[in-house]
């Protein structure tokens, strides 16, 4: 059972907005720690898609967000295509865990 | 380009001590700016934060997984490694090792390609 509660599936067709949910507690979100999302293609290790609650590494397309707000957090994906099949992850900072913490995961289809 | 690799035997009896090796190229494990952490993953599971060094040699782990886990840096090598004890079947993972720094919380910029360990008698 993960820290970060995330939806184990999204889906959505070419072209369309996606959104996927994070969700904490006051020890990690709620305490106004960070959120950082990854991707993780099949097969692949994860990559950084998404730090600091809204912020795109160089070279990620502006099509992929982030928010935050109280205890919760999102991704979001317009204009969706088929190579962003993956699957995603929400990470943060648990102060009782003293430790990072991720979201369970993800798996966006694209239909 | 920072690369990160890891390396260590793929099979692990049970009761016995995984260990792995993580090696930086591009970039030096003894800069000021980073810490170096490793994370699993179970066969189609999510991901787990292990625990994190330093190039000083402080460390942070997982709490549930402390009493097992020892990470240290050799910065004459530019690595760092991981030591698991008394392995079970439930360690059995995908382990990688990647580069972290903080900012309000830790941010995990770049990523080994990953090793699968079993733990199998």
Do not use: M
């Not at chain 1, 996927?20 to 960070?34: F, K, L, M, R, V």
């Not at chain 1, 699957?87 to 430790?99: A, I, P, T």
């Not at chain 2, 990160?4 to 003894?30: F, M």
């Not at chain 2, 972290?100 to 199998?120: E, K, M, P």
């Amino acid at each position: 059972q993960s820290v970060l509660t995330q939806p184990p599936s999204v889906s959505g067709a070419p072209g369309q907005r996606v959104t996927i949910s994070c969700t904490g507690s006051s020890s990690n979100i709620g305490a106004g720690y960070d959120v950082h999302w990854y991707q993780q293609l099949p097969g692949t290790a994860p990559k950084l898609l998404i730090y600091g609650n809204n912020n795109r590494p160089s070279g990620v397309p502006d099509r992929f967000s982030g928010s935050k707000s109280a205890t919760s957090a999102s991704l979001a994906i317009t204009g969706l295509q088929a190579e962003d099949e993956a699957d995603y992850y929400c990470q943060s900072y648990d102060s009782r865990l003293s430790g990072s913490v991720f979201g369970g995961g993800t798996k966006l289809t694209v239909l | 380009q920072l690369q990160l690799q890891e390396s260590g035997p793929g099979l692990v009896k049970p009761s016995e001590t995984l260990s792995l090796t993580c090696t930086v190229s591009g970039g030096s494990i003894s800069s000021s700016s980073y810490y170096w952490g490793w994370i699993r993953q179970p066969p189609g599971k999510g991901l787990e934060w292990i625990g994190s060094t330093y190039y000083s040699g402080s460390t942070y782990y997982n709490p549930s997984l402390k009493n097992r886990v020892t990470i240290y840096v050799d910065t004459s090598k530019n690595q760092f490694s991981l030591k698991l004890s008394s392995v079970t079947a439930a360690d059995t993972a995908v382990y990688y090792c990647a580069r972290q720094w903080y900012s309000s919380s830790w941010i995990i910029d770049y990523w080994g390609q990953g090793t699968l360990v079993t733990v199998s008698s």
